[in-house]
């Protein structure tokens, strides 16, 4: 009888032991799942121009399932991005691609626009250091700003091609 009773107790110790480890595997999985998937978008928005990588993670998310399937032939884990993107005719479909290419189509999309730096230089030929356009159209340095070398050499370029410059008080 005494060993019965300790065979139950057992039982109910191993039991709980592994559900213990049954509940710290599916953690580390889900770290696992998470981090990668985080890692392969990062990766793919760091070769665009984007103001907050973190925010554009979160709404790339947001917008799309992120997952990661286990490739058949080689068991090695990927991330796969499904997203309604248009299509030739402009229905929206749901493509399953993988990070780079869902984050290039994503960006390339109007709606996501805000999400990427402008990569204009100055237009009109405006200085890009210190000069202001002046009302007839010549670019005005003041001379204050003509101590800075690298003022001095823009304007002195601007003078070698023929631009109009003037040093204002």
Do not use: C
Request: glycine share 6%; proline share 3%; charged share 30%.
């Amino acid at each position: 009888m005494f060993q019965r009773t300790l065979s139950i107790l057992d039982k109910k110790k191993w039991q709980t032991d592994l559900d213990t480890e049954k509940q710290r595997a599916d953690q580390g999985w889900t770290k696992f799942f998470e981090t990668k998937q985080q890692n392969d978008i990062m990766k793919a928005l760091g070769k665009h121009n984007v103001y907050n990588a973190a925010q554009a993670m979160n709404i790339l998310k947001s917008d799309g399932e992120v997952k990661v399937v286990q490739d058949e032939e080689t068991k090695q884990y990927k991330t796969v991005i499904a997203l309604s993107l248009p299509d030739e005719s402009g229905n929206l479909v749901v493509q399953e691609l993988d990070p780079q290419t869902a984050v290039d189509k994503y960006l390339a999309l109007p709606s996501s626009a805000n999400l990427l730096k402008d990569n204009l230089t100055p237009g009109s030929g405006t200085s890009q250091t210190g000069g202001s356009k002046g009302a007839d159209g010549t670019i005005e340095y003041t001379r204050a700003a003509m101590a800075d070398s690298k003022i001095r050499k823009e304007y002195n370029e601007k003078l070698a091609k023929g631009e109009k410059v003037k040093i204002v008080p």
